[in-house]
């Protein structure tokens, strides 16, 4: 091994080990880390570049204007109190009913948009109905990872792989993971209701309170709202026929956004751009230069060689290999580092002679989405979600999250486990 992969190693590993710490803001240690990676010559800025994935930050930028736009027409919180009020006021229906919502809308604006927009319609329904919105918050948490898992745009670390692997379309995703997610979400409901039962009560008093609310004095703007899901629905159909399109899913979702900031004006467009998440945007900008060290060198070439020799070149017990390799690893890391790193590994043993990838990638796209639940730091929106939670004054704490989450992450993984073995590799 050369000295500038050992370089790459080091810069990547002291990294990795700094935004798991979380001393320092994680994009601030990416773009560092990218960096140092061009400064000591291990990479140039041109290869750089390249190695940036610029149809995985077009296609989040893109959503994110879509979803900032959206969310001033007040449907979320209409969506929140109309499941609300079909589950009679009663506590443990509303729960499983917003999980649900959650899952749902988390399949098709990401889950980490959908937590922001469901952690505080939760603190508003929990103090109405007089109980702690932990449970409402930890259940949400959950789905979301589960509803992200069913599409390319759901979660992260699919947007990342569909943008490195063509074939994988949007319909490509819903068919192979969206099934899966649902029979995760069909375990998770009962075992919801049975873990919070006793944790969620309140009055009859309450009760007929949020059922005398009118939801349709939340919608803020009925004319926004029509283009908003309008061109949501556009952009969702324009995600189905890309590949027809011969358009990257990048250029669809930038063309609804712009569309809908034509539709809507000046005034909203300076708005929706304050609201994307420019942090998240260069840290994936970061990431990609940090992981291009490791490629360039060949490190990864060497980590692809290995695993082909552990694995005997067999695609069964490579999949099950990266799917609990994943899981475990994205409950203990943010999941989206780890998935960066693991593309190219992939795509290394594809070039060594794996003649079939595909199961190889809905094991590393599941066993990233689902095993992000396993800990309050295995993706971003259990951050976010935690974030928010402690500004209300309800932190949730690290180790009350792990008893739950854990247990019900590694029964998903399991549950994954059979569905790739069954659909792929029988």
């Not at 508003?124 to 449970?135: D, E, H, V, W």
């Not at 004006?265 to 304050?274: D, N, P, Q």
């Not at 780890?338 to 590994?345: D, G, R």
């Not at 590393?364 to 974030?387: D, H, K, R, V, Y």
Request: net charge negative; aromatic share 8%; with cysteine.
């Amino acid at each position: 091994m050369d000295q500038q992969a050992i370089w790459a190693i080091g810069i990547f590993a002291a990294a990795y080990a700094l935004i798991v710490s979380e001393k320092i803001h994680r994009t601030i240690v990416a773009m560092i880390g990218g960096l140092l990676v061009i400064a000591l010559g291990i990479v140039d800025q041109e290869t750089a570049l390249h190695h940036i994935d610029f149809n995985t930050l077009g296609l989040l930028i893109g959503m994110m204007i879509i979803v900032a736009v959206a969310a001033d027409t007040g449907a979320f919180a209409y969506a929140a109190v109309w499941a609300a009020k079909k589950a009679k006021g009663r506590p443990v229906p509303i729960m499983i009913a917003l999980a649900l919502l959650t899952a749902v809308a988390s399949a098709f604006l990401d889950n980490v948009t959908t937590i922001l927009l469901m952690v505080p319609i939760s603190f508003s329904i929990a103090r109405q109905l007089g109980f702690s919105p932990i449970p409402l918050l930890i259940t949400q948490i959950l789905a979301s990872n589960v509803g992200g898992t069913a599409t390319l745009i759901g979660d992260p670390p699919n947007i990342m792989i569909g943008s490195a692997v063509e074939e994988l379309t949007f319909g490509a995703f819903l068919a192979n993971l969206a099934p899966i997610a649902a029979i995760v979400m069909a375990a998770y409901v009962p075992l919801f209701a049975l873990l919070y039962r006793k944790q969620l009560r309140t009055t009859p008093e309450r009760m007929r309170n949020l059922m005398d609310m009118d939801q349709s004095e939340l919608i803020t703007d009925a004319k926004l709202l029509v283009k908003s899901l309008s061109v949501l629905g556009l952009t969702i159909l324009g995600f189905f026929l890309h590949q027809a399109l011969h358009l990257e899913s990048a250029a669809v979702a930038l063309s609804g956004a712009f569309l809908l900031l034509l539709l809507t004006g000046e005034h909203r467009m300076e708005e929706a751009f304050k609201k994307i998440e420019w942090p998240t945007i260069f840290f994936f900008a970061g990431l990609f230069v940090l992981v291009s060290g490791l490629v360039e060198t060949g490190v990864m070439a060497d980590l692809a060689a290995k695993a082909i020799e552990l694995t005997d070149g067999n695609v069964a017990a490579a999949s099950m290999l990266i799917l609990w390799l994943s899981a475990i690893a994205s409950a203990f890391l943010d999941n989206i580092p780890f998935v960066a790193t693991m593309i190219p590994l992939i795509q290394e043993m594809g070039a060594r002679g794996f003649d079939n990838l595909e199961p190889l990638w809905w094991s590393l796209a599941l066993g990233a989405c689902l095993g992000g639940n396993g800990t309050l730091i295995g993706a971003s929106a259990n951050l976010i979600a935690a974030g928010l939670s402690a500004k209300e004054g309800h932190p949730i704490r690290f180790m009350a999250y792990l008893k739950v989450a854990f247990p019900l992450m590694l029964l998903s993984v399991a549950l994954a486990t059979g569905y790739i073995y069954a659909r792929y590799l029988m």
